[in-house]
């Protein structure tokens, strides 16, 4: 998207190392996110079953834990995979540029074609290109990919669960601070606000509008509380 928040405009996304840093970035505010709407959602709702202090730790812990693990595993698999799919890619390139050299030599130059380059300033490019690093001049054209900097799932693990224990622990911490009177509204309230601040910097990463993301985020996490807590209710008025 091209109009950013504040009114300036990006008319081009972040590459290389920016464009990296950008990309963990907004993955770790959406894991914040995550995990202030889960524990909202899981403290929130034994809330209205319990007033017990000691009940209300025991599932914020075990909504944290849970989460973050469930997070941190998640990503591993996913990053994991995409680290595989990109060494299997290196490894055909490489074998492709040894065994027929010169075919691969002329499927770069029409890539660099089709990319707006004449053909014979694709041919020398290609050329310049291969002579410098016939491998990452392949992976990088032809897949998109930098041979330096393979998705790392150990990074991208160790982030989601820190981003995720990060998030939870403000609502663990605005349901077990304050007196069991206001517990429930200081809990909604910081939840509402921290919503509010992570659906406007990830629309401030993105380049969108913040107003849109800021209300979706909001929204979505006062109904996951709203449902969780009438949930909690309905056991308690139940004898369960």
């Known amino acids: 998207m091209s109009e950013a928040t504040g009114g300036e405009r990006h008319d081009e996304a972040p590459t290389g190392g920016l464009g990296t840093r950008l990309n963990w970035l907004r993955a770790a505010v959406l894991g914040a996110n995550d995990g202030i ?7 929130v709702g034994v809330a209205g079953a319990t007033d017990s202090q000691p009940a209300l730790l025991t599932a914020g812990l075990a909504g944290l834990l849970a ?5 941190a595993a998640g990503e591993y698999v996913s990053v994991s995979t995409q680290r595989d799919s990109e060494m299997a890619a290196l490894a055909v390139e490489k074998r492709e ?40 001049a392949h992976a990088r054209v032809e897949h998109g990919i930098d041979p330096d900097q393979l998705a790392n799932p150990w990074h991208a693990a160790v982030a989601s669960f820190l981003a995720f224990t990060a998030g939870a622990l403000l609502p663990l911490l605005a349901i077990m601070l ?32 913040a107003g849109p993301a800021v209300l979706r985020n909001v929204c979505g996490g006062a109904l996951a509380m709203a449902v969780t ?12």
């Open 37 to 43: 709407v889960s524990t909202a959602g899981v403290v």
């Open 67 to 71: 989460g973050s693990m469930s997070m």
């Open 97 to 136: 540029l040894k065994e027929q050299p010169e075919a691969e030599l002329d499927e770069l130059t029409r890539m660099l074609a089709d990319r707006g380059l004449s053909e014979e300033v694709a041919r020398e490019a290609a050329v310049q290109l291969t002579d410098r690093d016939a491998l990452r």
């Open 178 to 209: 304050p007196p069991a009177s206001a517990r429930l509204y200081v809990t909604v309230l910081s939840v509402l606000a921290a919503l509010t601040l992570t659906g406007w910097w990830s629309a401030r990463l993105g380049a969108a509008a």
């Open 229 to 240: 807590y009438a949930a909690g209710s309905a056991l308690d008025a139940a004898g369960v």
